[in-house]
């Protein structure tokens, strides 16, 4: 149980593009999915939090309206990067916990590079 | 603000030999959850064990154990019979519930490498 997927596992794209990344719970509910990035042989860093039917909460420093994020249902949440640059190539990971649930598990991410 | 130190960036241990990898924290909240992930080089992150911080009993899976000191905010992970598939980076991450953006935060994570 508690699996997560991530669609697509890698992407390749021309800078001022955009790029949309799908994370999916495909055995729970996922009231609450979170988006982290991880760059070369650094730890994550959370995003952004989203619960499903409202605005994303995203930590500081995160532009908001360069990730969009959206979490129209309990199994599916999207992370659009716009007008992609170079300097958002990195590794993006999804998780996501059911209603009341303390522990998060993890898609197994995408890797976007910006050419 | 919540900050998940690991000292160790690097760790080696003999296969069938027992490691232990060092976490501390900091936090000012009484109530919240310590985990250990495990990244391979897949890079899919595993959830290996969890700790709720009320409970004062170590948490144990398999042959991964926990050493958890409320007090001293340390929350070190054991592994007894190494395996090679137990080569990867460990990620010890704490999460607090009652926070306006409740996901985990991260120590700096430490590179486990098994000898044969």
């Known amino acids: 149980g508690a699996v997560v997927s991530q669609h697509p596992s890698w992407v390749i794209c021309k800078s001022g593009t955009s790029v949309k990344i799908e994370c999916r719970s495909l055995?729970?509910?996922?009231?609450?999915m979170f988006w982290y990035r991880q760059f070369p042989k650094q730890s994550l860093m959370l995003m952004a939090t989203?619960?499903?039917?409202?605005?994303?909460?995203?930590e500081q420093g995160v532009e908001k309206d360069k990730f969009l994020i959206n979490h129209a249902s309990l199994t599916l949440s999207t992370l659009t990067v716009t007008s992609a640059h170079p300097e958002d190539s990195s590794f993006y990971i999804c998780?996501?916990?059911?209603?009341?649930?303390?522990?998060?598990?993890f898609g197994p991410g995408t890797r976007l590079t910006v050419l | 603000a919540q900050t998940v130190t690991q000292s160790q960036p690097e760790m080696s241990v003999q296969e069938a030999e027992t490691v232990t990898l060092s976490c501390t924290y900091d936090?000012?909240?009484?109530?919240?959850?310590l985990f250990w992930y495990k990244q391979p080089p897949s890079r899919q992150m595993i959830l290996v064990i969890r700790?709720?911080?009320?409970?004062?009993q170590n948490a144990t899976e398999n042959r991964f154990s926990v050493n958890f000191q409320k007090a001293a905010k340390s929350f070190s992970l054991k592994i007894s019979d190494s395996q090679l598939g137990d080569a990867a980076m460990y990620f010890c991450?704490?999460?607090?519930?009652?926070?306006?953006?409740?996901?985990?935060?991260f120590g700096k994570g430490t590179h486990l490498i098994i000898q044969p």
């Open positions: 989203s619960n499903e039917g409202s605005k994303a909460t995203y």
């Open positions: 936090t000012s909240e009484s109530d919240y959850y």
């Open positions: 998780s996501a916990s059911g209603w009341g649930a303390d522990t998060q598990y």
């Open positions: 055995d729970f509910q996922a009231t609450t």
């Open positions: 991450a704490l999460y607090w519930p009652g926070g306006g953006a409740d996901g985990l935060t």
């Open positions: 700790q709720e911080a009320y409970k004062q």
